[in-house]
Nanobody, 122 residues
Framework: QVQLVESGGGLVQAGGSLRLSCAAS????????IGWFRQAPGKEREFVAA????????PLADSVKGRFTISRDNAKNTVSLQMNSMKPEDTAVYYC???????????????WGQGTQVTVSS
């Protein structure tokens, strides 16, 4: 089993920044790929970013390229999502997922955190 805890959500104005963190426990962290997804009311959960266990592969959704950055600290068992130049359409509950392999589909991640709300005001 893998336990995931997200933190760092909140309210920010358009153009502002937030940094989300995902803390993991329960398995060797460097063996886990970590992904960030988001879900707005009435919409499906969508891929945002992911990072391989070594940190060498970091796919990003087109909608966040150039604005969001994903990174990890394997010594601290955490993954961070730095969100800059935020837009109202970034408003959603953000979830981190963990698994053995990278995937852009939410069904590819067997473990999930409880989510953290991000709201961007215009």
């Amino acid at each position: 089993q893998v336990q995931l805890v997200e933190s760092g959500g909140g309210l920010v104005q358009a153009g502002g920044s937030l940094r989300l963190s995902c803390a993991a426990s329960g398995r060797t962290f460097s063996n886990l790929a970590i992904g960030w997804f988001r879900q707005a009311p009435g919409k499906e959960r969508e891929f945002v970013a992911a990072i391989s266990g070594s940190g060498g592969i970091t796919p990003l959704a087109d909608s966040v390229k150039g604005r969001f950055t994903i990174s990890r600290d394997n010594a601290k068992n955490t993954v961070s999502l730095q969100m800059n130049s935020m837009k109202p359409e970034d408003t959603a509950v953000y979830y981190c997922g963990a698994g053995a392999m990278l995937a852009t589909m939410s069904t590819g991640w067997p473990y999930w955190g409880q989510g953290t709300q991000v709201t961007v005001s215009s």
